[in-house]
């Protein structure tokens, strides 16, 4: 079956401070990855979407990167952290085909002091 | 008119109680629909996907209508577990991304 990891499990950062969050697949190949965003009380915001290694769509221009060196691999960065970057971050994948069901890592919490 | 629109709520409801939230979504070209829950602070779990024709989980019923641009979720003999927020997603073809709703908070109450 597949499993999908997310690490930290909670962050906190100072304001201008790097970020780089992990996320990895395992049970299935040639995933679609996302990146999603979710401010307090607020609905889920895309940021990234991969549909192969090295192919990275953004969807909200901001500070923020990501990266997909293997297949099963997804990471997201920061140079340099906002306050406005506070949130939780989530990691998702689906088989491939779009609009697929989407499986959810299980987040990362991050505080930007 | 937002994409995907759904009433946050709260309902609060008893034990036992039946409960409905509908989503309406603004594309009419949208091909695929989910409901999702997720509970507080952890990640959205899908709980079904939506059916043309309609479907049933157990206690859970989901219901697609085209012409109305709208779906819906039934819960019928509510649980205090399926307090949580639940998320209308739809797909509408034209690119990989799905269209999240804010979410329609629960409260079962003992």
């Known amino acids: 079956s597949q499993t999908i990891h997310q690490w930290p499990a909670t962050l906190v950062q100072p304001v201008g401070s790097p970020l780089s969050l992990e996320c990895t697949v395992e049970?299935?190949?040639?995933?679609?990855l996302y990146w999603y965003r979710q401010a307090a009380g607020r609905g889920l915001q895309l940021l990234f979407y991969?549909?192969?290694?090295?192919?990275i769509s953004s969807e909200v221009p901001q500070n923020l990167s990501a990266s997909r060196p293997q297949d099963r691999q997804f990471i997201l960065s920061s140079k340099k952290l906002l306050l406005s970057d506070s949130g939780f971050y989530l990691c998702?994948?689906?088989?491939?085909?779009?609009?697929?069901?989407?499986?959810f890592g299980p987040g990362t919490r991050l505080t930007v002091l | 008119r937002k994409e995907v629109e759904q009433d946050p709520g709260p309902f609060n409801v008893p034990e036992g109680a039946t409960v409905a939230f509908n989503c309406t979504y603004s594309?009419?070209?949208?091909?695929?629909f989910f409901w999702y829950r997720q509970d507080c602070r952890k990640e959205p779990k899908l709980l079904m996907s939506?059916?043309?024709?309609?479907n049933e989980d157990g206690r859970f019923t989901a219901q697609l209508n085209r012409a109305s641009q709208y779906i819906s979720l039934l819960i019928r003999d509510s649980k205090l577990s399926d307090s949580a927020t639940y998320l209308c997603?739809?797909?509408?073809?034209?690119?990989?991304?799905?269209?999240w709703g804010l979410g329609t908070s629960l409260a079962v109450n003992p």
């Open positions: 998702a994948w689906s088989d491939g085909l779009a609009g697929d069901t989407q499986y």
């Open positions: 049970g299935t190949s040639n995933p679609n």
């Open positions: 991969s549909v192969g290694i090295g192919q």
């Open positions: 594309n009419s070209a949208s091909q695929s």
């Open positions: 939506v059916y043309s024709s309609g």
């Open positions: 997603v739809v797909y509408a073809g034209n690119n990989r991304k799905l269209i």
